[in-house]
């Protein structure tokens, strides 16, 4: 995880175990769950109370930022058997276009999640 202090002084405390990150032993974060197709940004603020929010507009002060970038995607070829309604003798489908014994297509499987790729902005509590 990249972390970016945002100005002088103390920060909350943070914990990250495995995907998931601890703030203040109080709010805790699966950001695996929270990885989207597109960027993913997730403020962390305190309100008057001094509780720890998710969201900006419910909180009075920023105390972190987490920045999940999008998602991303291996392309892989996979095989494929030919049309299932083909002749039993598999020489020419319906149409009598000659059948191939095997046929591919691209396939896009996501990446596994990986926290190193996440940035944490903190600003002083």
């Given amino acids: 995880m990249n972390v970016i202090e945002m100005n002088e ?12 990150i601890t703030f203040d032993d109080d709010l805790t974060l699966n950001l695996a769950k929270r ?28 105390v972190a930022q ?8 291996e392309e892989e070829e996979e095989e494929i058997d030919p049309d ?17 014994a095997k046929e591919t297509r691209t396939v896009r499987k996501p990446v596994p999640f990986n926290i190193d790729r996440v940035t944490l902005a903190l600003w002083a509590v």
């Fill in 9 to 20: 002084g103390p920060k909350i405390e943070y914990e990250v175990t495995g995907n998931k």
């Fill in 84 to 100: 299932e309604d083909a002749p039993e003798d598999n020489s020419a489908d319906s149409d009598g276009e000659p059948l191939t």
């Fill in 66 to 73: 987490i920045a999940i970038p999008a998602r991303e995607y």
């Fill in 35 to 62: 990885e989207e197709d597109d960027p993913v940004e997730i403020d962390i603020c305190s309100d008057s109370d001094g509780n720890l929010v998710i969201g900006s507009a419910a909180g009075r002060a920023y």
